[in-house]
Nanobody, 126 residues
Framework: QVHLVESGGGLVQAGGSLRLSCAAS????????VGWFRQAPGKEREFVTA????????YYAEAVKGRFTISRDNAKNTVYLQMNSLKPEDTAVYYC???????????????????WGQGTQVTVSS
């Protein structure tokens, strides 16, 4: 079992920045890819970004490319999501998730993730 806890959400003005963290505990000896997903009110959960265990491969949704950056510190069992140039449409609950799989297709699909955090709210005001 892997337990994930997100933090760093909050209220920010459009154009501002936030950094989310996803801290893992439990069985962190295995290699896991980690993804961030988000869900806005009335919408389906959508893929935002993902990173492989080594950090050598990262993937981004088109809507966040060039604005968001995912990174990880395996020594701290933590994955980060730096969000810059935030827009009102980025408002959502952000979830991190872990999977033993790899590759863009699987990392971008929520159904392939076995472990999920509780989510953190990000609100961007216009």
């Amino acid at each position: 079992q892997v337990h994930l806890v997100e933090s760093g959400g909050g209220l920010v003005q459009a154009g501002g920045s936030l950094r989310l963290s996803c801290a893992a505990s439990g069985r962190t000896d295995s290699t896991y890819g980690v993804g961030w997903f988000r869900q806005a009110p009335g919408k389906e959960r959508e893929f935002v970004t993902a990173i492989t265990w080594s950090g050598g491969n990262t993937y981004y949704a088109e809507a966040v490319k060039g604005r968001f950056t995912i990174s990880r510190d395996n020594a701290k069992n933590t994955v980060y999501l730096q969000m810059n140039s935030l827009k009102p449409e980025d408002t959502a609950v952000y979830y991190c998730a872990a999977t033993a799989r790899s590759g863009y297709y699987t990392l971008s699909v929520s159904g392939y993730y076995a472990y999920w955090g509780q989510g953190t709210q990000v609100t961007v005001s216009s």
